[in-house]
């Protein structure tokens, strides 16, 4: 694979990055909470891109993979922060934004901060609003009260066996970021891959951004047995369509 990596330096902060080049509008990665550029959905998006001669950049955020700084300094702020200087140094004509749970939501607020530089948005089990709206209603009043008292909780999770440290500060500043109810000015098309089973982002929430959405060229593809990965090979195959259907469009 002929891909280039590099690093970006972004409000004093080295942010690692990898471009598979190609034409057409630059597929662009966003990742989730905690996740790496290096996952199963990213990879597979870069060996599509390398196969079809396709532009695909991906990147881990402040506090994540490859990257400089502590996963506790980084907020919905800083992190949209970090997607914005990568699109406005590294991609040069209209991009696609591929944003997988924390990173549907991201993807979102780019879309609405860069209008014009956006050809279109692949959602995957997009966690609009999650500080707020999923992540504060599941941690009940002793969590609630040790974050207070301490500044930040460890969340016990089946992707990290030892957990994810989510500060206030995170939640105060997330909800500055809500999207929901909407409407949501964005008029790019949108295709949203939805698992049925999924335990950390329910399809009703995913759907809730879906009817948000102002566009009108909108797919909403639930996937009945899928869970919030998505990364089966079936699951892969449906990211893959989506991808390319917004790239011959774009």
Same mark, same amino acid.
């Given at each position: 694979?002929?891909?280039?990596?590099?690093?970006?330096?972004?409000?004093?902060?080295?942010?690692?990055?990898?471009?598979?080049?190609?034409?057409?509008?630059?597929?662009?990665?966003?990742?989730?909470?905690?996740?790496?550029?290096?996952?199963?959905?990213?990879?597979?998006?870069?060996?599509?891109?390398?196969?079809?001669?396709?532009?695909?950049?991906?990147?881990?955020?402040?506090?994540?993979?490859?990257?400089?700084?502590?996963?506790?300094?980084?907020?919905?702020?800083?992190?949209?922060? *970090?997607?914005?200087?990568?699109?406005?140094?590294?991609?040069?004509?209209?991009?696609?934004?591929?944003?997988?749970?924390?990173?549907?939501?991201?993807? =979102?607020?780019?879309?609405?901060?860069?209008?014009?530089?956006?050809?279109?948005?692949?959602?995957?089990?997009?966690?609009?609003?999650?500080?707020?709206?999923?992540?504060?209603?599941?941690?009940?009043?002793?969590?609630?009260?040790?974050?207070?008292?301490?500044?930040?909780?460890?969340?016990?999770?089946?992707? *990290?066996?030892?957990?994810?440290?989510?500060?206030?500060?995170?939640?105060?500043?997330?909800?500055?970021?809500?999207?929901?109810?909407?409407?949501?000015?964005? *008029?790019?098309?949108?295709?949203?891959?939805?698992?049925?089973?999924?335990?950390?982002?329910?399809?009703?929430?995913?759907?809730?951004?879906?009817?948000?959405?102002? =566009? *009108?060229?909108?797919?909403?593809?639930?996937?009945?047995?899928?869970?919030?990965?998505?990364?089966?090979?079936?699951?892969?195959?449906?990211?893959?369509?989506?991808?390319?259907?917004?790239?011959?469009?774009?």
């Amino acid at each position: 694979m002929s891909e280039a990596l590099g690093h970006l330096m972004a409000d004093g902060v080295r942010l690692a990055w990898r471009r598979t080049p190609g034409h057409g509008p630059t597929l662009l990665w966003l990742g989730g909470f905690r996740s790496e550029m290096s996952g199963t959905k990213a990879q597979t998006l870069a060996d599509w891109a390398d196969a079809t001669g396709h532009d695909f950049l991906r990147f881990d955020y402040l506090g994540h993979g490859l990257s400089e700084g502590t996963f506790e300094e980084g907020t919905i702020t800083r992190w949209r922060e *970090d997607a914005l200087a990568i699109v406005d140094a590294l991609v040069e004509g209209p991009a696609i934004l591929v944003g997988s749970s924390m990173g549907g939501w991201l993807a =979102c607020l780019v879309a609405l901060a860069r209008p014009e530089r956006i050809a279109g948005l692949l959602l995957v089990a997009p966690a609009a609003d999650f500080t707020e709206r999923l992540l504060k209603p599941e941690m009940g009043h002793r969590a609630l009260a040790e974050i207070e008292r301490l500044g930040v909780w460890n969340r016990p999770s089946d992707y *990290d066996p030892g957990g994810y440290p989510i500060t206030r500060r995170l939640l105060e500043d997330g909800a500055r970021w809500s999207l929901l109810p909407g409407p949501i000015p964005v *008029d790019a098309p949108v295709r949203i891959l939805q698992g049925g089973a999924d335990p950390d982002v329910p399809w009703r929430h995913a759907l809730d951004l879906a009817q948000a959405l102002r =566009c *009108d060229d909108l797919v909403f593809s639930l996937v009945r047995d899928g869970d919030h990965r998505l990364s089966r090979p079936q699951d892969l195959a449906r990211l893959l369509a989506f991808a390319e259907e917004l790239s011959a469009a774009g």
